[in-house]
């Protein structure tokens, strides 16, 4: 275990994971989109965007503090068009003037895209630099999906079949993919998921989101070891900076299903366009959620602070 130690590297400021499902890897036969959210903002809340005479109605995932609604972090609206992000630390660097617009860009989607097609006019239309390094994953109605690996001139992307997979932590595969920063999650998840044809969103909110196998030494530290602590640096799938993990399934009607905060600790709620959870909107001064803010409180009483370094007390969870 002090192996182990020693080889989990540092973390990212945004280290996401993330899956999309295609429909013949389903339990369902509906496409899905994950995201596990690694975030420099612990508090998160989930708001519904109304429609307006030009726009579409949506809900999303949303930075505790944004009152105005207007960065979404994974979402889907009423034409059943999903989006989310992870960004990627191996494209053209941020341009000094413009950066950080994922959300932005994200949120306008979701007001104007019904199809995967319409997400790459709208990426096509938008004003060079994009002020963005990400991989966009969408999903439709149509059973389409695919991952547009964004930096700030333009994009590549890879197509989602109805027989695959598409993996993204934070590096971009743009013809093959090799070393990059959240390799180990990235094995993590393909271990965790690429065999499977019994997917479902229960599964990747709170079992692959709650995961602690590690795949350099080919074991789960909470289940094949009695360490009891260790020391969060950033290679597990849920790490301290984790605020939330969202599945969005398509199916009659978009279904999210949502934890806010740290997934070991918690299971997942059904949430749809029309059904939001009060606990997980708003409603808290300073625009935060009561499920969100509680759950951080929870998490900070698993880990411990010594010389600058997080542990993680791995007996608390068993």
């Known amino acids: 275990m002090l192996i182990l130690v020693a080889m989990v590297t540092a973390s990212a400021a945004q280290p996401c994971t993330s899956a999309l499902i295609g429909a013949d890897r389903t339990i369902s036969g509906n496409p899905i989109l994950w995201k596990h959210r690694d975030s420099g903002?612990?508090?998160n809340f989930i708001e519904r965007v109304e429609a307006t005479d030009t726009t579409m109605a949506y809900i999303a995932l949303?930075?505790?503090?944004d009152s105005l609604l207007r960065e979404a972090w994974i979402g889907v609206n009423e034409r059943s068009f999903a989006i989310m992000n992870t960004a990627s630390y191996n494209l053209a660097p941020d341009t000094a003037t413009l950066k950080d617009r994922e959300g932005l860009i994200m949120s306008e989607a979701l007001r104007k895209c019904e199809t995967v097609n319409d997400f790459a006019r709208l990426l096509d239309s938008l004003p060079k630099p994009l002020g963005v390094q990400a991989?966009?994953?969408v999903i439709d109605a149509d059973g389409n999906g695919a991952v547009f690996e964004t930096d700030d001139n333009g994009y590549k992307f890879e197509s989602l079949r109805a027989d695959s997979m598409i993996i993204?932590?934070?590096f971009s595969c743009t013809g093959t993919c090799g070393d990059g920063l959240g390799r180990v999650r990235y094995d993590n998840a393909c271990h965790l998921l690429c065999s499977r044809t019994d997917i479902s969103p229960g599964l990747l909110t709170d079992s692959i989101s709650r995961s602690f196998y590690y795949a350099p030494l080919g074991c789960d530290?909470?289940?094949?070891?009695e360490v009891t602590e260790i020391e969060d640096r950033g290679d597990f799938i849920p790490r301290r900076s984790t605020s939330a993990s969202i599945a969005i399934e398509l199916g009659e009607q978009p279904t999210l299903y949502v934890i806010l905060g740290y997934p070991p600790l918690s299971t997942a709620t059904?949430?749809?366009l029309n059904n939001i959870p009060k606990e997980m909107r708003p409603i808290l001064p300073g625009a935060l959620s009561p499920l969100s803010k509680r759950n951080v409180e929870r998490r900070n009483a698993l880990f411990r602070r010594v010389n600058g370094k997080y542990l993680l007390n791995i007996a608390k969870l068993r």
């Open 62 to 65: 949303f930075n505790g503090g």
């Open 168 to 170: 993204r932590t934070n």
């Open 221 to 225: 530290i909470i289940e094949d070891s």
């Open 135 to 137: 991989n966009f994953g």
């Open 270 to 272: 059904t949430v749809t």
């Open 41 to 43: 903002f612990e508090q």
